[in-house]
């Protein structure tokens, strides 16, 4: 399978259209490229209304906002709350409510983020340095705090109870994911069973309930809320497989990430469980590797054999057709709910996250 | 103004009561030492049952259970539990309902523990190895996580809607607070305003809260519940002027804390402001060593010098004066409540708070 030819380097001053247009814009299908373009237009107010409110938190005032503010402003792709705008726009509509849910999912995603880069001693994060890499490691530790309970603040004022509970289900399971993570930090030995727990409670539980929480605002029959949910939960599986694809194929200047991250910082990703699995004899010097301080980068001679083996084992290609089988699962299960354009986008928004370049 | 004399060295494995009780029995006043003592007596099947379900939470299981089982193994002295015991007892009394909320105050606590002193690099914490010194700090900041995301989750089960969004300005407050006194560590120049925000942040508004929370699951009229949110604000300062206090004229083997922890730390404490604010000649010492790295002990000199300016500039006679005003303000919050022995306790507690020695 052909790797994705790497994109022009997109500077983030972007908007998250953008961002994500130019993934479609240079290869195929042009259909997607089309679609991609349509529900950029269709959710540009949604989105602008977004970023806004994300704007007016404090940039300063205590180091608390200082380290949330840098992490904030690096700039994401919003995926999230457009995930919570597609699900609202099924029923009535994007309306004040799920605007504040669609900024609290981006809240809690980044206050996982900054605990996270704690956590993994992360030096970049979205191509710039990461928040703990000029702030320290406190002013992050309070800052992931500072914007989990401003999540949680947001979503009890507009919400209701269920809803509430239910972030706070998806956050716990975002902490035990990435304990599970944290405890095989370093190990080559992952198997299949653990790397889904974990990315299913790291990254698809908050899908989920982005998901749940915009056909809550939408209005949306409660057989549609599940339905969404689970759209949400497969999609969440389909990013992180394309995301694990980025770390050891993606151009850094793309992606903003060095290149296979995942393993500097003692993690191993999908791509090389499956050809650590098929090449046992890479695993020793994996090991070697995992066992090494965080964030140096690969010995060339590792990264080179294991640029040839990803391809060679056909790793790559059942990493990319697993990422594109979630995603065609996603959207499987939005057969029961209105046609129309908002079904239509957030079935593009799956085919993206499974084949995406940045 | 004497300073209390150490207590005998009480080891973690006492009940909180014996662990309180030790406080009274040594010294006057007598009153206060019997009135303790029904006290005790009173409460101990409260607190057996919040000590039950504390102990049922997994030790095990994931590192994030690890780390938070060693905090909570460290043993403390269960007060704000206490508070929403005694505050639910002036009602309908401790059901099920204020159990949860008592263990969801001290979860609350523990998880702001587990935090704080990653962000001080804590060694110590009750006498013991801090759970960073011994885990590290990744797996303390997902221990905070997680308690904490566990004590939101009780509230949100048995509480109602007011109830967990004050918990979560509380939240909001603490992390505000740390925020401020991790901006001013370091710094010999603290004000008394910054002080008090930083304390009532800190330490205050959780007492505030677990008051609250007791008076509602109590039953209370809304008028009780306020008068008791207030009694649980004095409350809380006058405890945290007793820990500086402790902080700097404790013995280590009963507080647990090295002697001028807070120093050690980066952070003036109330007594050693007052202190520098009367001997400007010491301000230079100290401001050296806050200029030092975090955890190494205080040079020989700057010690004894500390301790007999203490005493001679009156800071001391003046931070434990203020203590006992702040619980004779808390005291004088609960004239409108009905007399009985529920108040008679929280009494008791008020003057416990401002006078212990451990």
Redesign the interface.
């Known amino acids: 399978m052909a790797i994705p030819a790497a994109a022009e380097n997109h500077p983030r001053s972007e908007s998250p259209f953008e961002r994500l247009g130019a993934v479609c814009r240079e290869r195929g299908p042009k259909d997607l490229a089309t679609r991609l373009f349509a529900l950029q237009a269709w959710l540009a107010e949604d989105l602008g209304a977004v970023e806004a409110q994300l704007a007016t938190l404090p940039r300063a005032g ?4 200082t380290g949330a503010g840098h992490q904030l402003d690096l700039g994401g792709k919003l995926l999230r709350p457009m995930c919570v705008a597609l699900a609202a726009r099924l029923g009535i509509g994007f309306g004040d409510r799920a605007r504040e849910l669609a900024v609290a999912a981006e809240l809690m995603h980044n206050a996982t983020l900054l ?1 996270d880069d ?3 001693q992360a030096e970049l994060r979205r191509g710039a340095p990461a928040a703990r890499a000029v702030y320290g ?3 992050s ?2 800052a992931g ?2 914007l ?3 999540a ?2 947001r979503i ?2 507009s919400a209701d ?1 269920a809803l ?2 239910l972030a ?2 998806t ?2 399971k975002m ?2 994911a ?3 993570q ?2 095989n930090r370093g190990r080559v030995n992952l198997n299949r069973a653990d790397y889904y727990g974990i990315i299913t409670g790291k990254t698809a539980a908050l899908f989920r309930w982005a998901m749940f929480a915009g056909a809550s605002a939408g209005g949306l029959a409660s057989h549609h809320q599940t339905a969404l949910e689970r759209f949400g939960l497969e999609l969440g599986v389909a990013f992180q497989l394309a995301d694990d694809l980025l770390d050891v194929t993606g151009d850094p200047a793309v992606t903003g990430k060095a290149a296979f991250a995942d393993l500097r910082e003692g993690r191993i990703n999908y791509p090389v469980l499956l050809t650590l699995e098929r090449d046992r004899s890479l695993c020793k010097q994996v090991e070697r590797r995992l066992g090494r301080k965080t964030g140096e980068s690969l010995p060339a001679a590792l990264s080179s054999r294991l640029h040839l083996q990803l391809v060679a084992t056909g790793a790559l290609e059942e990493c990319r057709g697993l990422a594109r089988a979630y995603a065609e699962e996603a959207v499987a299960c939005l057969s029961s709910l209105p046609a129309g354009p908002a079904r239509s986008a957030l079935a593009t928004l799956a085919a993206v996250a499974a084949d995406r370049d940045s």
């Open positions: 205590s180091v608390a906002n605990h704690v956590i993994d490691n406190a002013i530790v309070l705090d500072w989990l309970i401003e949680l603040q009890h004022r109870r509430l509970g706070l289900d956050i716990d902490v035990a990435e304990a599970v944290l405890e």
